[in-house]
């Protein structure tokens, strides 16, 4: 049996006609930069995201990167986020010539630990140089936010969501005794989205974009990514290309609607998955643990809670590296989400940030595994993947 990673095609055969027909009014619109496909995607996503505004722009990494300009990160300032990520994150920070001040990350969640921020920031020398705070909401599941919007007031810092693998995704805050839903991006200052076609809400081609609140951010944005230019040729500003392609925005319209129906299929699988795994007697035997998804007990009988979407379903394996070469032998797709922790990039090799040691992020690095999760996957798929990774310990 064949199992990919990711079926895209599964995804756009139901859809085809609809998406076909989207890019078919585009083209004859012969509006292909900005324009109306753009500002309606930016209107439904904001407002699917809980903010007042959306600046689609060209990739999740521009999203970040322009985030970063508006927010004013410049030489020398730093950035507090995560080591255990997609190169992205620390990539836009030290284009600006600012410095990544990596966290560990909580083992659980694989995202940043509020707590070790928290002993960062105490010392007054490091705080003082902080700038933006960039939680990064990994693999669907929203960092745990309150403890880091406290330290952002404290420290007055802003917050910049990395919320690539995340829109959608929901985290719980308590208000006046009851639990009121947050969306990833709309909790800080302003959350970044990825619509690489990998992920839940993906184009066909690369696009992002910036949710915020601040409207003030959200008009400031709009100027960096058309190279600083307003009006056109004036430009008091320095920007970017940072412009997301008409055909992409119409591709994420016909999409979006599908999106709570995909997270669902997700989270049903996840599920599948726990069932499969502790039938089969790997959880209990320590061979592999599973994902946890910690906002679930808040979520009650609420089906439509999306207190994690699954972007990737990631496990924690004995032998790990002899695990992912057995899976792909017997035609399962999995990867790794992230073999290298970012402070031990080769491009970083110079900076006194590779000579720090991060445990829980080192450890997730040669641990972790993620397996087959998309909405299309059969039960019989994923009895196959369960099988095999049992057949796999059995063996040894």
Known sequence: MNVPLL???????????????????TIDSICYILGPEIER???DVAAYSGSLAGVGVSSGTDALLAALMAMGVKDGDLVLTSPYTFFATMGSILRLGAEPLF???????????????????DDPAIARRVKVLLPVHLYGQCVDMAPLMDL???????????AAQAIGAVYPVVQ????????????????????????????????????TSNLDMAEELRILRVHGGAPKYHHGVIGGNFRL???????????????????????????????????????????????????ADKAGPQPTVDYHIYNQYVIRAKDRDALRDYLLSQGIGVEIYYPIPLHQQKCVAHLPLSIMSYPESEKAAAETLALPIYPELTEEMQEYVVNRIAAFYKAK
């Open 176 to 211: 006046n005794g009851e639990t009121v839903w947050k969306a990833a991006g709309s909790i800080g200052d302003a959350g970044c989205f990825s619509f690489f076609p990998s992920k839940n809400l993906g184009c066909m081609g690369d696009g992002g974009m910036i949710i």
């Open 7 to 25: 079926d895209l095609k599964a995804q756009l055969d139901p859809i085809r006609d609809e998406i076909q027909a989207a890019i078919n009014t």
């Open 152 to 162: 952002a007031q404290k420290h007055g810092l802003l917050v910049l969501e990395d």
């Open 103 to 121: 966290v560990d990350i909580d083992p659980v969640t694989f995202n940043i630990d509020p707590e070790k921020a928290a002993a960062l920031l």
């Open 245 to 295: 392609d008409a055909i992409q925005a119409a591709v994420l319209n016909v999409k979006l609607k599908y999106l709570p129906e995909w997270h669902a299929a997700r989270r049903r699988n996840a599920g599948r998955y726990q069932q499969m795994f502790t039938q089969a007697g790997i959880v209990d035997s320590g061979d592999v643990s599973l994902p946890a998804a910690v906002y």
């Open 41 to 43: 995607l930016e209107k």
